[in-house]
């Protein structure tokens, strides 16, 4: 009987959509992960307000279809059919965590359907696993991690330990950081390595462990709670004192800002300055997002923007909703985003979105970002042939 | 590692067992009196640190220590009072389902009342900084912190043996019956010692917060390490938590000192496995009393199904087989998901109702069907027939490894030990990157073309799940279901009928497993993808709300339970913001209208022939 209802119910449910909007079905896990994704969500729909307000693209508007995805590859997958057959969308968006974006890529390929990947960091994303139909605009833990070898490089200091949450973004961050070095600084050391498990970090006992290897400085791609963790507990036991600390995501407001006093300072990161970027493009985001929400813009505030935009511009040069067309549109396609200008990489479809590399801060127990300089996405992208070897596809 | 790190690594652990103590402390007690399953025990202890750190703010770090302690125990109060007070009547478990509900409220209050940002606290003034120890820094606070769980030992042994409420609290864990008798008063008994074990979790999570943030993950990961310090230490048993606490903290650390930082995924379910299989009530519990064959209930005869409901559920098949000729394509992709679940929960509640062995971790074997699926179909290319084929083999094999351990075992401790072993084997899915694609999972799963529409999907899972539910229910009016019952009902009889008990039940733990192969086999290729989430501990407790939900002691129960749940989930995540307080709301609402589960509760309006 229940079923029977259920029945009824979702057939009641199911409404066409109208056909003269753009509709971008988009998924992610709003309450597993909620501070990176609230301002995620306001950045989208401040975009749609834009694009709308100035015509839509190609003639149509846009229309922002959104969904939690449970946290789960599959949930997520089920959410994703409900949006392509009953909501009819024309292309998926979102997805926040590495293993749900890599189903939601990989269904995306089944169905034949564009997935714009905004949030999830792993280089299997694009690469191994990479396909027709998938495209990623975060820059990916590669990139992050060739951003900040430049400067750990220069230090040369031989002794490394690193820290890392166990799970493919902590083990794909140290394997390349570990390989960019090494070509780098050639005879560099690796003294320690320490995986907690994500969210359960053992501060007192990682961070004693660390300083027991004597290392000359310390690589961690820790983020969330564990690094306020580690953070609190390396200061209190001196682990931090004349030794430079390299640490992925650490200069993301949504990272940072819940330290304020005990911002490390000195540490060298990946972030957004999002007060000091002074560019016309990012002004103009940063005035427009501040005024709509009355709030200040987050890192992922500009992801969950410039992905409204790429879906926009994608129709724009495509002039349909046509898959086949939005794909080639986007292979290649270069874009304005508050950072700058990026190309949609033909060859692994990843976006040449970068970051901002710096150092550390803090004034009036807020931290923020010093020395720091766009790393630009184009510049840290492994040799074609590389890639292609990734790729099987091609 | 030197002595010197010897030592400090020592010391680390004692801190970090100190804060395990006591919040395990709290849910001994609780259990021990209570005898409930408090899975928001968690949920208290997250409370405490979100009051402490917005309290700490307002009026200084040392007086909001105890005010948030006050606040949880006031929270705990009313969780009782209002909720749990309702449900001693009603089966064993129920309980568990509605502290469950209180999870999800809780965690969606906090999102609501401190909104998303992680909160990290004040340091404690006056331990802000290091003290040194053979010449090295360390934290004065976590000094503090070793020195408090003697101390809470100490004060909790001194009002359990020399005052007179621990008296009666003693009694009432000791035998309750006899309590209530010699005029106990157990309404005030029961709601007092939650209180007092919210208050030790507010404690506990108050004292926290100078070392770590406030966050809204804190309640499940806390929860299931509570729950293993309890059970290692024994049931009840407030010096064995403490003991288990040390011992659990000292592991971690020194697995963390000895450069094996990867075992801390999983090292407390190892140790936890290790001492119930050697010592199956804990290190200092007592085995439980056998019970009074006075209170000894019986739960009701599975009757075999009526003609009326045999109809109706040949009409239900007749509706499901014409569904994808009237639902949209998407209905046809939800009711996959519901027959898959459907089939899930089925397998349990052969585990459950007739045998009579909660599991806590019954994913396991959903996830080894699902994984062994996609490892044949994946690494050695074999067809998508002999990858489902291999599910349940693959589950079954799981599923009698761990049964044997399991069915040595009974009531809590059997379901902590599923639980254990649920979670050693998500830890090798999690981490054996070559064969299972480590956290990112396998991906590619997808049936050939012929059955790549979802239509043809869906009737392969139809006929498949009915066949699989047909064969489960065939079997509990076997001869081997009735003697798995009488096992149940009463071991002892049972023995002396000349049935091998523990074989009964291995046999079942077997092929509840093998089911929920199945049902992992058909979830993995109807999704493309899986990755380890599918035999984590939250697929666990999701069928156990299923069972729950639909009741436990009725044959078509689980069904409902799996179908309204994966609908609820749903249409909640899609519509409402705050979707989880939402499920918890309908799930709470459920339990109190329906304490027997909603089929069992429908039973019982029906008048008896």
């Known amino acids: ?394 | 590692m030197s002595g010197a790190a010897v030592l400090l690594q020592f010391l680390n652990g004692l801190a970090g067992a100190s804060s395990l103590f006591l919040v395990a402390a709290g849910l001994s007690l609780i259990f021990g009196v209570t005898r409930i399953v408090n899975f928001a025990h968690g949920s208290l202890y997250m409370l405490g640190m979100y009051f402490a750190v917005w309290l700490a703010e307002r009026i200084g770090f040392w007086p909001a220590v105890p005010a948030a302690t006050l606040g949880v125990a006031g929270a705990g109060v009313l969780i009782e009072a209002m909720l749990l007070r309702r449900l001693y009547r009603a089966p064993e478990l129920l309980q568990l389902l509605a502290t469950f509900a209180v999870v999800l409220i809780v965690r969606d209050l906090a999102l609501w009342a401190w909104g998303p940002v992680d909160m990290l606290g004040p340091r404690a003034p006056g331990f802000a900084g290091a003290a040194t120890i053979i010449g090295r820094p360390f934290p004065q606070y976590d000094l503090l912190l070793i020195g408090m769980a003697p101390l809470v030992l100490a004060l909790l042994h001194f009002f359990l043996a020399r005052t007179r409420w621990g008296v009666l609290i003693r009694a009432a864990a000791e035998d309750r019956e006899m309590a209530g008798a010699l005029g106990v008063n157990q309404r005030w008994l029961f709601t007092a010692v939650f209180a007092l074990g919210a208050a030790l979790a507010g404690f506990g999570g108050a004292l926290a917060i100078p070392r770590e943030p406030a966050s809204l993950g804190v309640d499940l990961a806390l929860v299931a390490d509570a729950f293993v310090v309890v059970v290692v230490g024994g049931l009840g048993s407030i010096p064995g938590a403490f003991l288990a606490a040390l011992a659990i903290g000292e592991v971690k650390a020194f697995c963390t000192g000895l450069g094996y930082s990867k075992l801390t995924l999983v090292v407390e379910f190892i140790v936890m496995a290790v001492v119930l299989v050697l010592r199956p009530q804990g290190l200092l519990g007592r085995p439980e009393p056998a019970p009074r064959v006075a209170a000894l209930q019986s739960a009701p005869l599975l009757a075999p199904l009526s003609r009326p409901a045999r109809v109706a559920l040949a009409l239900l098949a007749a509706l499901l087989l014409a569904a994808p000729l009237v639902g949209d394509e998407y209905t046809v992709v939800l009711l996959t998901d519901l027959l898959v679940f459907a089939v899930f929960a089925a397998s349990l509640h052969l585990l459950m109702g007739p045998g009579g062995m909660a599991s806590f971790g019954h994913a396991a074997y959903f996830g080894l069907g699902a994984y062994g699926a996609g490892i044949v179909l994946l690494r050695f290319g074999a067809p998508m027939a002999l990858a489902l084929a291999i599910a349940p083999l693959a589950a079954g094999l799981g599923a009698a490894l761990f049964g044997w351990f399991c069915v040595r075992l009974s009531g809590v401790y059997l379901a902590m030990l599923t639980l254990a072993f649920a979670q050693i084997a998500w830890s090798v899915a999690f981490q054996w990157d070559e064969l299972t694609g480590g956290s990112n999972g396998l991906i590619g799963v997808w049936p050939p073309a012929w059955l790549a529409t979802k239509t043809a999907y869906y009737y392969l899972v139809l006929t498949l799940g009915i066949t699989a539910i047909g064969l489960l229910w065939r079997a509990i009016y076997s001869p081997f279901g009735y003697a798995l019952r009488a096992s149940r009902d009463s071991a002892l009889r049972a023995e002396a009928l000349g049935i091998n008990v523990r074989m009964q039940q291995w046999a079942a733990f077997t092929a509840a497993g093998c089911f929920a192969g199945v049902a992992g086999g058909l979830f993995a290729f109807s999704k493309g993808s899986i990755s380890p989430d599918v035999l984590s501990v939250p697929r666990s407790v999701d069928a156990l709300v299923m069972v729950l939900l639909g009741g436990v002691q009725t044959l078509t129960g689980p069904l409902w339970g799996a179908a309204l749940f994966t609908w609820l989930s749903d249409v909640a995540s899609r519509s409402i913001d705050y979707w989880r307080a939402a499920i918890g709301g309908v799930i709470l609402l459920l339990v109190l209208a329906f304490p027997q589960g909603i089929a069992g509760s429908l039973r019982r309006w029906r008048p008896s022939p």
């Open chain 1, 1 to 394: 009987m229940k079923k029977l209802l259920l029945l009824l119910a979702s057939l009641t449910l199911a409404t066409p959509a109208p056909a003269q909007t753009v509709r971008i079905g988009e998924l992610n896990s709003y309450k597993v992960f909620p501070a990176f994704l609230d301002p995620y969500r306001k950045g989208m729909a401040l975009a749609v307000e834009e694009i709308n307000a100035a015509g839509g693209a190609a003639g149509r508007k846009l229309e922002l279809v959104t969904r939690d995805d449970g946290g789960t590859p599959g949930s997520a997958v089920r959410v994703a059919e409900e949006l392509i057959s009953r909501e009819k969308v024309d292309l998926l968006m979102g997805t926040f965590a590495s293993n749900v974006g890599l189903a939601v890529a990989n269904l995306a390929a089944q169905r034949k359907i564009l997935f714009l990947a905004s949030e999830p960091l792993t280089d299997k994303l694009v690469w191994q696993d990479g396909n027709r139909y998938t495209f990623r605009l975060r820059p990916s833990t590669y990139m992050q991690v060739a951003m900040l070898v430049p400067a750990a490089a220069k230090l040369k200091k031989k002794r490394w330990a690193i820290v890392y949450p166990n799970y493919e973004y902590g083990q794909s961050a140290t394997e390349s950081f570990k390989k960019l070095l090494a070509a780098a600084q050639p005879g560099v050391e690796f003294v320690a390595e320490q995986a907690p498990p994500l969210g359960k970090i053992d501060a007192g006992a990682v961070v004693q462990a660390i300083a027991d290897a004597k290392p000359d400085a310390i690589f961690s791609s820790l983020f969330a709670t564990d690094l306020q963790k580690f953070v609190r507990e390396g200061t209190t036991r001196g682990l931090f004192r004349a030794r430079p600390v390299f640490n992925l995501l650490a200069g993301e407001p949504e990272y940072l800002d819940p330290l304020k006093n005990e911002t490390p300072e000195g540490w060298w990161v990946t972030g957004y300055p999002w007060r000091q970027i002074d560019t016309p493009q990012h002004r103009k985001f940063r005035d427009a997002y501040m005024q709509r929400w009355k709030d200040y813009p987050r890192q992922g505030s500009v992801v969950g923007y410039a992905a409204v935009y790429a879906a926009a511009e994608a129709v724009r040069k495509a002039g349909s909703a046509d898959t086949e067309k939005l794909v080639d549109a986007l292979e290649g396609l270069p874009m304005q985003t508050p950072f700058g200008p990026i190309v949609w990489r033909a060859i692994d479809h990843q976006s040449t979105m970068g970051a901002y590399v710096g150092q550390l801060a803090k004034n009036d127990g807020q931290g923020f970002m010093v020395n720091w300089h766009y790393a630009d996405g184009a510049d840290y992208q492994p040799p074609d042939a590389v890639v292609r070897a990734l790729r099987k596809e091609r």
